[in-house]
């Protein structure tokens, strides 16, 4: 895989006016969504649950990719076309969550530590034979009294530098995803400085292992006061310092940056996208990399009656792709 095909996936993931949809909830955590809806975790509900997302009709004109859990990756639709073809052939680039999960940080109550590395590069390679064109790895950090630690973040942002090393050279993009917590009582200063932290020892592990930032997407979260803080910052104000901290910490040969929702409802996770594309010039395009904000719609309509409701779960996931589509070039009109 060359250099330039990297570069070529990394900028189409991030074309203008259009993101990404996140599918790639591992089975626990797709069995808790489904819980919430009262739909039993089966193989079968899986299957049909992300068919529904995937067929929807048009996705394509705002979707540019989609990732995927291993499970789906592997899975077809009811008349057995895989999913990876259906993908193709509307455009939208495959793409594959290849972390294990977080865990307890040895020697560090409160903090977690993203697992996966061992075995990575063989199964990388098996992601790409099938079709995988970039990956996904998520580093959690928390924001308590105590956390999180400095050793947190550099472990963390570490274990990131080293899977995106092995992507580019299976041939993905690597999209690092460091997810700063909504969780907790603490305000938008807080979360600036975390934040600013984490991304500035990422982009210096990514430095130190070589990796590509042309062949590279970051996967942000935004800076916004904590979900139980009394004093929620309104949009300007996330969006301001939000691209604040960017500007000073993301170099500009990174050919984009896509959001998690992380918890933020689906009108302020567009909302806030749609301000910060307003603010002026930037040095990347803005973009977004939505699970929940972009499917909890369509799930709650979707479980509500599987196969008389097919229509219309996609109509909602349509509309929050066309949505977030032109949050992505500033042009939402809310
Ligand atoms: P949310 O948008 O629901 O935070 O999910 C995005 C994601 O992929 C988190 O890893």
Redesign the pocket.
């Given at each position: 895989m060359s250099i330039e095909q990297l570069e070529e996936t990394a900028q189409a993931m991030v074309a203008p006016g259009k993101g990404i949809i996140?599918v790639?909830e591992s089975n626990a955590t797709i069995g808790k969504r489904f819980a919430a809806v009262g739909v039993e975790n089966t193989e079968e509900h899986r299957r049909a649950y992300r068919e529904m997302l995937l067929t929807t009709p048009r996705l394509g004109e705002h979707i540019s990719g989609a990732?995927l859990y291993d499970e789906t990756l592997r899975q077809a639709t009811r008349t057995g076309v895989p999913f990876t073809r259906i993908m193709t052939e509307a455009g939208i680039l495959p793409g594959i969550k290849v972390d294990k999960g977080p865990v307890p940080l040895a020697g560090f109550p409160g903090d977690v530590v993203t697992e996966g590395l061992d075995g990575l590069r063989p199964r990388l390679k098996e992601y790409a034979a099938l079709g995988a064109k970039f990956a996904k790895w998520?580093a959690v950090i928390a924001i308590t009294e105590d956390t999180p630690s400095g050793t947190c973040i550099e472990s963390n942002c570490h274990a990131l530098a080293r899977y995106a090393a092995l992507c580019q050279e299976a041939g993905l993009v690597p999209m690092v995803?460091p997810?700063v917590l909504m969780d907790g009582s603490h305000d938008i200063d807080v979360c600036y400085e975390v934040t600013e932290a984490t991304l500035r020892s990422l982009f210096s592990a990514l430095y130190e292992h070589g990796v590509m930032l042309e062949g590279t997407i970051l996967k942000a979260s935004m800076v916004i006061a904590g979900k139980d803080c009394r004093e929620q910052a309104d949009v300007e104000d996330v969006a301001e310092a939000t691209l604040r901290c960017l500007k000073s910490t993301v170099p500009a040969a990174l050919p984009g940056i896509v959001f998690?929702?992380?918890g933020q409802s689906d009108e302020k996770a567009t909302a806030h996208l749609d301000a910060m594309n307003r603010m002026g010039s930037k040095p990347w395009p803005l973009s977004f990399?939505?699970?929940?904000?972009m499917q909890q719609a369509a799930l709650r309509l979707w479980a509500a009656d599987m196969t008389g409701n097919f229509a219309k779960a996609q109509q909602t996931v349509f509309q929050r792709a066309r949505d977030n589509g032109l949050a992505a070039m500033g042009r939402w009109k809310g």
């Amino acid at each position: 895989m060359s250099i330039e095909q990297l570069e070529e996936t990394a900028q189409a993931m991030v074309a203008p006016g259009k993101g990404i949809i996140a599918v790639d909830e591992s089975n626990a955590t797709i069995g808790k969504r489904f819980a919430a809806v009262g739909v039993e975790n089966t193989e079968e509900h899986r299957r049909a649950y992300r068919e529904m997302l995937l067929t929807t009709p048009r996705l394509g004109e705002h979707i540019s990719g989609a990732i995927l859990y291993d499970e789906t990756l592997r899975q077809a639709t009811r008349t057995g076309v895989p999913f990876t073809r259906i993908m193709t052939e509307a455009g939208i680039l495959p793409g594959i969550k290849v972390d294990k999960g977080p865990v307890p940080l040895a020697g560090f109550p409160g903090d977690v530590v993203t697992e996966g590395l061992d075995g990575l590069r063989p199964r990388l390679k098996e992601y790409a034979a099938l079709g995988a064109k970039f990956a996904k790895w998520r580093a959690v950090i928390a924001i308590t009294e105590d956390t999180p630690s400095g050793t947190c973040i550099e472990s963390n942002c570490h274990a990131l530098a080293r899977y995106a090393a092995l992507c580019q050279e299976a041939g993905l993009v690597p999209m690092v995803e460091p997810e700063v917590l909504m969780d907790g009582s603490h305000d938008i200063d807080v979360c600036y400085e975390v934040t600013e932290a984490t991304l500035r020892s990422l982009f210096s592990a990514l430095y130190e292992h070589g990796v590509m930032l042309e062949g590279t997407i970051l996967k942000a979260s935004m800076v916004i006061a904590g979900k139980d803080c009394r004093e929620q910052a309104d949009v300007e104000d996330v969006a301001e310092a939000t691209l604040r901290c960017l500007k000073s910490t993301v170099p500009a040969a990174l050919p984009g940056i896509v959001f998690l929702s992380g918890g933020q409802s689906d009108e302020k996770a567009t909302a806030h996208l749609d301000a910060m594309n307003r603010m002026g010039s930037k040095p990347w395009p803005l973009s977004f990399s939505y699970g929940r904000a972009m499917q909890q719609a369509a799930l709650r309509l979707w479980a509500a009656d599987m196969t008389g409701n097919f229509a219309k779960a996609q109509q909602t996931v349509f509309q929050r792709a066309r949505d977030n589509g032109l949050a992505a070039m500033g042009r939402w009109k809310g």
